[in-house]
């Protein structure tokens, strides 16, 4: 008696599969596409005025003109082991930054940057801040991205939150470019589910495209991460985003607190830091949501506000340092790990994180160019160059790595081109991306 096909005999469990897979893809829905920021920095509402970007730069590019007048100076402060040719060139380029583009993303801060205050106070700040992000967009001085912390989902402030947001809103006109609404200390998906539709209602009061609105979830608690029945809780938060979140960031001081870490060993570096993040990395892997690391709680501010002695301008000098390492530190550690997005509290971090992950992709930009040279020069064959071996998959990841030097201003168009010896819009055609 003659056996049935394989494919005849599976069919049932062959359509289980299908099923199976397309649920997978329902589920894992990908944030918005496109350009991502490699940092963002947050500050209390109150302080949002007109200008307040271009004022940031001037207090970055002032603390490295005071504590890091040339290259060489610079290097040294970051940890940096570069040619006084290469350190020159690199303190060129984040200068350019911050004359260009300082911040990428703003997050106007109702939270823990503001605080509690009167509603009245706040009322008045949240339609301030309004006023100010639709004269921004008109003005053309809105970073590539920007949005507003709220307060949290919960109880009486929920309300708060949303009456925060619908006076901020009501001030805007066309839709903005990049805009976010961040939920802190998010921990069940009806606080998301929430945000999500109070994030509809908006655009349809503004008359917004749907989904011309981002949302950011923080993982600040443990049950964020892990639900009570042991579960990977992140997922069902991010679902509940319906294909609007953007980004997961983790609040590295609050979790740690939580896991009862006392506050001299928090830090970035922390094992249950690295767990979280790693975790969130796994858990999050093809859904196009990325994760933000936190900040590095070390300012870089000087014991002295005005100096008047050599010892005591050292002084603020060895302050500067010390914190410029440790965000550097941050920064490259990070990035090793796969996430490129950190916070930042204090105008004068960014020098450090510029330089840190500047010096870090012009290292990459030689090697990865010619691999990916070699795949295209292949008719996009898997292709081995040294000891490497590149297949597509590998090269639309190299390709990524030098499209974001560019965006983030680490390398020019021409520079990478002129190594790669195609346009990237080519190898962006030849790999489908």
């Known amino acids: 008696m003659a056996l049935p096909p394989l494919t005849e005999a599976l069919q049932p469990l062959l359509e289980s599969l299908d099923e199976s897979l397309h649920q997978r893809d329902r589920e894992r829905q990908a944030g918005p596409a496109g350009r991502r920021p490699v940092q963002v920095l947050y500050g209390g509402a109150q302080l949002f005025k007109p200008g307040a970007v271009a004022r940031l730069g001037t207090l970055a590019r002032a603390a ?3 504590y890091a007048p040339d290259g060489p100076t ?3 402060a970051l940890g940096l082991s570069l040619t006084p040719t290469q350190a020159t060139d690199l303190r060129k380029r984040v200068i350019a930054k911050l004359e260009r583009e300082p911040v990428e993303d703003l997050r106007i801060d109702f939270e823990d940057g503001y605080g509690v205050r009167p509603d009245e106070e706040e009322d008045g700040h949240a339609q301030a801040a309004g006023v100010v992000l639709e004269q921004g967009r008109r003005d053309g001085t809105l970073p590539p991205f920007i949005g507003v912390r709220l307060k949290p989902f919960v109880g009486r402030i929920a309300r708060r939150a949303l009456r925060t947001l619908e006076l901020l809103g009501g001030q805007l006109g066309e839709p903005i470019p990049g805009f976010a609404i961040t939920a802190p200390k998010v921990v069940l998906p009806i606080q998301v589910e929430l945000l999500r539709r109070s994030a509809e209602a908006l655009e349809h009061r503004l008359g917004w495209a749907a989904g011309s609105i981002a949302l950011e979830l923080m993982v600040e608690t443990p049950s964020a991460l892990v639900s009570l029945d042991g579960r990977l809780g992140i997922l069902a938060l991010v679902e509940a985003a319906g294909g609007r979140c953007r980004s997961v960031h983790v609040g590295p001081y609050d979790l740690t607190s939580a896991l009862g870490i006392s506050a001299a060993h928090q830090w970035l570096g922390h094992p249950s830091v ?3 993040r790693r975790l969130l990395q796994l858990a999050l892997t093809g859904t196009g949501v990325t994760v933000v690391d936190g900040p590095t709680r070390l300012l870089p501010v000087g014991p002295h506000r005005e100096p008047r002695s050599d010892a005591e301008r050292a002084a603020n000098r060895e ?3 010390r914190a410029w390492a440790r965000t550097a530190d941050d920064v490259r550690r990070a ?11 204090h105008p004068a971090q960014l020098p450090a994180r510029y330089g840190a ?3 870090t992709l012009r290292e990459e930009i030689p090697p990865a160019a010619a691999r990916l040279r070699q795949f295209l020069d292949q008719a996009a064959q898997a292709t081995r160059l040294g000891a490497e071996f590149d297949d597509a998959a590998t ?3 190299l390709l990524n790595g030098l499209r974001r030097a560019v965006e983030c201003g680490a390398a020019t168009t021409a520079e990478i081109e002129a190594v790669l010896g195609h346009t990237l819009a080519h190898a962006g055609e030849r790999l489908g991306g």
């Open 74 to 76: 610079f290097a040294h």
């Open 64 to 66: 490295l003109d005071t």
């Open 319 to 321: 302050a500067v340092f």
């Open 274 to 276: 690295e767990l979280v």
């Open 335 to 345: 990035y090793r790990d796969g996430i490129v997005q950190g916070w930042d509290l």
């Open 357 to 359: 992950l500047f010096a």
């Open 395 to 397: 090269a639309r990841g």
